[in-house]
C-alpha cells in the first residue's frame, strides 16, 4: 500500500458557456409540424432555442465554453490535467469527445474521457471529477456539458424535437487543502440513482453495436430520439422530489437555508411541481429553460454560468443542482458556492464575464443556415 493521502477539498474556480448563434422561435415549427408557439409555451415554458451551425460538432461548442472558462480563472490548457465532457451528442463515437477538446485546446499533460448519462451526466460528471480531485488523481479538471441534440432530433415528431437545443458549457474544478478551505466552500453531497429498466421510454434506437446504422435503420428515423413523453414526465416528478430530499438530507441542510435550486431544464412545470411541493419561492429556482430549451447535459452548467455572470452568485450561499433524464438517471449534489481567498479570479474578471465573450465566440462559429426539415 501506498502513503494514505488525505481527501481534499473541490470548488469551482470559473464557469464558461457557449450557445450556437442560430436562435430558432417556437413559431418557425409552425411551417412544417402541426404545433403552435402556443402549445409548446404552456405545455413546456420554452420560448425559443439555439442550434448549432451544420458543420459545427459539439467539441467546437465546448471549446469555446472551455477557453471562457479558463480564461476567467487566469489559466491555460497546459494548466489542466483531467478534461470531462458529458455528452450524449458526442462528436464520434470514439475517441471521446473530451479527446477532440484536448486536442483543440492544445492541452498535452492532461486526461480525458466522456460521461453519458443522458440529462444526468452532467451531475454524473460532477460526481467522477470531484470523486478524482478528492482522492488526489487530479488537481485542476475541467468539465463541460455539451450537446448537439439538433443532430439527434427526428424534426418530424413535433412531440420531441419542440423541447431540446444545443449548447455547451464548463466548468474549472480544483482541488485544495482542507486546512485552506476555512469556509468550507466548494462541493458537497451526492444523491444519485438509476433504473434500467426503463431505458426504452427516453433512447436513440440505432446507431450503437446493438442495432449498427443500415439504410433501413435511417428509412425508420432509428438514429433519433424516440420518447414516451407522459411516461418521462410522471417519473421526472416523481424523481426530481427524490433527488432533492435526498441531497439535503444526505448534507443535513434543511430547504429553507439554499439560496438556489438549479434543475435540469427540461419542463418548467417539473420544476415548478418540485418548487410547490417545497413550499419555496419562485425566486430561489433558476429558469433559463424559456430561451434554450432542454439541452441535455448542458443545462445545469448554463444556468451556472448566467448566474455567476449576472452577479447572483455570492461566496457563502448554498446552491442545490438536481436533475433526471434518460436512462433513467437522476441525480442531485450540494454546492456551497466561492473559493477560497488565493484562487478567487480578481473582482473585475467577473464584471468582464457577461454575454458579449459569448458574442465574440458566436462570432467565430459558422455561420450557415440550419436546415431541420429532412
Ligand atoms: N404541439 C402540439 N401538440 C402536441 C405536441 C406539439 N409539439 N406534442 C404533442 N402534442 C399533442 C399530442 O400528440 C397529444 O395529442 P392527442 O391528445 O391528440 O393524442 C397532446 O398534445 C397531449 O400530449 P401529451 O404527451 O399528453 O402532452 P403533455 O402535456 O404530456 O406534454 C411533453 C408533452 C411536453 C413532452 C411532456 O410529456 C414532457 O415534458 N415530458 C417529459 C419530457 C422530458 O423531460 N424529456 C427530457 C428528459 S431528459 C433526457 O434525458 C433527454
Known amino acids: 500500500m ?34 403552435s408557439d402556443q402549445w409548446i409555451t404552456e405545455r413546456t415554458g420554452i420560448k425559443e432555442r439555439h442550434l448549432a451551425a451544420p458543420g459545427e460538432s459539439v467539441s467546437d461548442m465546448s471549446l469555446h465554453a472551455a477557453r471562457q472558462a479558463l480564461e476567467r480563472a487566469g489559466l491555460g490548457p497546459e494548466d489542466i490535467d483531467l478534461i470531462v465532457v458529458a455528452t450524449v451528442t458526442g462528436d464520434t463515437v470514439f475517441p471521446s469527445t473530451a479527446n477532440w477538446l484536448q486536442g483543440k485546446l492544445g492541452n498535452t499533460r492532461g486526461w480525458s474521457f466522456d460521461i453519458n448519462a443522458a440529462c444526468s451526466g452532467f451531475i454524473y460528471s460532477l460526481s ?58 466548494g462541493i458537497g453531497e451526492f444523491y ?25 435503420s435511417v428509412q425508420r428515423h432509428g438514429h433519433y430520439v424516440k420518447m414516451q413523453g407522459q411516461d418521462v414526465y410522471k417519473n421526472a416528478v416523481r424523481r426530481m422530489d427524490e433527488v432533492v430530499d435526498g441531497v439535503l438530507k444526505k448534507q443535513g441542510v434543511a430547504p429553507e437555508s439554499v439560496d438556489w435550486f438549479i434543475a435540469h431544464q427540461a419542463n418548467v412545470r417539473i420544476i415548478d411541481s418540485v418548487r410547490e411541493r417545497m413550499k419555496l419561492p419562485a425566486e430561489r429556482f433558476y429558469v433559463n429553460i424559456q430561451r434554450y430549451g432542454n439541452t441535455t447535459s448542458a443545462t445545469i452548467p448554463l444556468c451556472l454560468d448566467e448566474l455567476v455572470c449576472d452577479g447572483r452568485l455570492s461566496a457563502g450561499q448554498n446552491l442545490v443542482l438536481f436533475t433526471f433524464g434518460a436512462g433513467l438517471t437522476w441525480g442531485s449534489a450540494f454546492l456551497k ?5 488565493g484562487l478567487a479570479p480578481a473582482p473585475g474578471d467577473i464584471a468582464k464575464r457577461d454575454i458579449s465573450d459569448n458574442e465574440e465566440a458566436a462570432a467565430g462559429a459558422p455561420a450557415a443556415p440550419v436546415e431541420v426539415q429532412r
Open 337 to 341: 458556492w466561492g473559493v477560497p481567498a
Open 2 to 35: 501506498g502513503p494514505q493521502r488525505q481527501m481534499m477539498d473541490v470548488v469551482v474556480r470559473s464557469t464558461g458557456r457557449y450557445v450556437p448563434e442560430r436562435v430558432f422561435l417556437n413559431h418557425e415549427f409552425e411551417s412544417f409540424l402541426d404545433t
Open 192 to 216: 444519485l440513482g438509476s433504473d434500467g429498466s426503463l431505458a426504452e421510454i427516453l433512447y436513440q434506437p440505432c446507431g450503437g453495436s446493438s442495432s449498427p446504422p443500415t439504410f433501413s
Open 128 to 185: 467522477t471529477v470531484t470523486a478524482l480531485l478528492r482522492s488526489g488523481q487530479a488537481r485542476r479538471a475541467l468539465l463541460v456539458g455539451a450537446e448537439k441534440m439538433s443532430a439527434i432530433l427526428d424534426f418530424t415528431d413535433r412531440a420531441s424535437c419542440v423541447l431540446f437545443g444545443d449548447a455547451a458549457a464548463a466548468l474549472v474544478l480544483e482541488a485544495v487543502e482542507p486546512e485552506q478551505n476555512g469556509e468550507g466552500y
